[in-house]
C-alpha cells in the first residue's frame, strides 16, 4: 500500500480499514495487535494514533511507543504478517501510523487465538460463515481429506513428540503436555473425527504406512560434486513422517557447509554458504506447497555452491514468478497450519520474503527459480558471498535498522548496489532509504549506495565520481571558467566541457541561478549568446 496524505487520514472514514485513536500518552499493545488483526482480516489498512476519532478530526500528537521499531517486531512476531510503521509530522506534532497489509489468501489472521473482524466500529470475532469462506478461498485442501485404510497405528509415536514439545516452545501452553496423542492430534486438526488425515500421514506417518498409503510423500537428498550427470555422491532417501527427518535433513546439508571468510577491521567473520534458516524455509515450503496428487519425490540437491531443491506441482494457480513475494496461496494449508503452530513457519505466508532478504543481507544471490514450469517447482539457492563489502555495510546499519526493513526495502538497495533498474513499484520506498542514508542521488537522477559503503571498501574516489559534482560545486566551476574567460566571453558549447556528461538544459538550469544571483550576465540569443561576469 502507499501512505495516503494527512489530509486523506483526516477525512477518512473509519471503520474496517482505519482506526484512530488519540493515544496522548500510551497506547496498550494488547489493543493495537487487535485492531491490527481485525483490520488485516478486512483487507488491510491503518492504525493511526495522535488522531481524534470523532469529526471534525483533529491532531493531538502521540507519545506511544516511542521505539516503533521494537513495536512493529513485536506486532509481525504476534500476527505473523508484514506490518511497516509511518512517523508523520503535523504543526510539530507527532503521529504514528501503522499500515497493516491484507491477510494472504485463505488464511484468517488470529492474535492468542481468535481471528479479530470489523463490523462497523465494533470490534467482534470473525463469524463462522466469514471463516468458512476464508478457508474456501484456496479450494480444495488435499491435505485435509480422510485417507482411506490409515490407521492410528501407522503414525510414529516419536514424531508425534516431536511436534509437541516444538508447540509447547512456541505456545507454552502446558497443559499440551498431559494430552494423549490422540488429543494432540484432534487439537491440531491432524485427526478429524479420529479419522487420519493425509497431513497426519505427511507429518507422522511410519514408513510402512507411507509407502503403502502415500508413497510419494517422500524427499530424497543427494549430494553431487558437479552437475554432470550420473550417480550422486549421496543418496538418503527419507520416506517417513516429516518430524523424523526435518533435523537430520538439515545435518546432512550443514555437513557440507564450509564457511566464506571476510575481514572487518580486526576481526575475522564467518558466513557459512548455506544459511540454516533459509535451507530449512526452503525445505518448509517444499513440504507444505507440493503436490501430492502426483507421483514425483521431492528432491534437496546440494553441490559445493549451490541447493537446488525441486517439487513436484509448480505454483498455484493464482501465483506467478511476478508476484511470488507479494501472493500466498497455501496448496496444502491444513499442513501449513500445524506447521505455524508449532513455530516451524515464523511468519505465515512470508517464509519466501524471508529467504530473499536473508540472502541479500548476506551479498548472495537471490532464490531463483527457473527451471519452474507447470509440473515442478525448482527453487536452486546460490550460496557464494558476491561483495563482503556489502556484509559489512549491513553490518553498520544496524539490526534495529534492518527489523524495520520491508522485504522491498532490501530488493531496492540490492537492485541500487547491483546497478540494475529499479522496478516501479520499489521507488516508494526510496525516501525512507535516503533518510537513512543507505542510498544518495547521485549526477543525473541515478541512486548509489551511501558514502559509508565506498568508505568501508576504500573507494572514497569512486564514490565522489559515481555522487558527481554537487549542484554548488558545479556553479562554482562554470563562474570561474566565466572568469577566465572575461574577455572573450564564454559559450555555451565550452559549458559542456568543464560539466562533462551534463544535459544542455541542466547546464542552462545552473546559468539562470548564477544570473538570478548577480554572478553573471549574457549577451546575444541562442547560439550566439556569451557569458560574462556580471
Known sequence: ?????????????????????????????????????????RGGGYVVLGVTDKRPRQVVGTRAFEQPERTRTGLMDRLHLRIDFHLLDSDGKRVLVFEVPSRPVGV??????????????????????VMRSVFSEVGHDFSADVCAGAEWADLDKAAIEDFRQRWLAKSRNAALATLSHEQLLLDCEAVVRNKITYAALVLFGTREALGRLLGQAEVIYEYRTSEASGPAQQRVEFRQGFFTYYDKLWDLVNLRNDKQHYQD?????????????????????????????????????QYQRKLV?????????????????????????????????????????QGMNLMFELNIKQSKPVPDFRGTDRYHLVLSLDGLVQDTKFLQLMERVGQETLASFSTQD??????????????????????????????????????????????????????????????ETNKALLLKHIRENAEAGSK????????????????????RELKKEGQIKVTGRTKASKWYPA
Not at 112 to 128: F, N, S, T, V, Y
Not at 492 to 511: K, M, N, S, Y
Open 108 to 129: 484468517p489472521i488470529q492474535d492468542k487465538g481468535i481471528a479479530w473482524w470489523r463490523e462497523g466500529d465494533r470490534l467482534l470475532q470473525m463469524p463462522m460463515e
Open 492 to 511: 555555451l558549447d565550452e559549458f559542456f566541457q568543464v560539466l562533462p556528461g551534463h544535459a544542455r538544459g541542466q547546464i542552462q538550469t545552473l546559468l
Open 265 to 301: 577491521g580486526l576481526f575475522v567473520l564467518d558466513i557459512p554458504t548455506f544459511d540454516e534458516r533459509v535451507v530449512r524455509e526452503a525445505i518448509l515450503n517444499a513440504v507444505s506447497h507440493r503436490d501430492y496428487q502426483l507421483g514425483g519425490s521431492v528432491f534437496v540437491r
Open 309 to 349: 531443491i525441486d517439487s513436484p506441482g509448480g505454483l498455484p494457480p493464482d501465483v506467478t514468478l511476478e508476484n511470488i513475494l507479494d501472493r500466498q496461496s497455501p496448496r496444502n494449508r491444513r499442513i501449513a497450519d500445524i506447521f505455524s503452530r508449532c513455530g516451524l513457519v515464523e511468519r505465515s505466508g
Open 410 to 471: 532490501f530488493l531496492l538497495v540490492n537492485a541500487i548496489h547491483r546497478e540494475q533498474a529499479i522496478p516501479e513499484p520499489l521507488r516508494e520506498r526510496l525516501p525512507r532509504l535516503l533518510d537513512l542514508g543507505i542510498i544518495e542521488r547521485a549526477a543525473r537522477g541515478r541512486f548509489i549506495l551511501g558514502r559509508r559503503y565506498y568508505a568501508a571498501i576504500g573507494k572514497k574516489g569512486t564514490y565522489t565520481r559515481k555522487k558527481g559534482l554537487d549542484r
Open 1 to 41: 500500500m502507499k501512505l495516503p496524505d494527512m489530509s486523506y487520514l483526516l477525512n477518512a472514514k473509519e471503520g474496517e480499514s482505519v482506526e484512530f485513536k488519540e493515544a496522548k500518552n500510551s497506547f496498550e499493545f494488547d489493543e493495537l495487535a487487535k485492531y491490527a488483526c481485525a483490520i488485516a482480516n
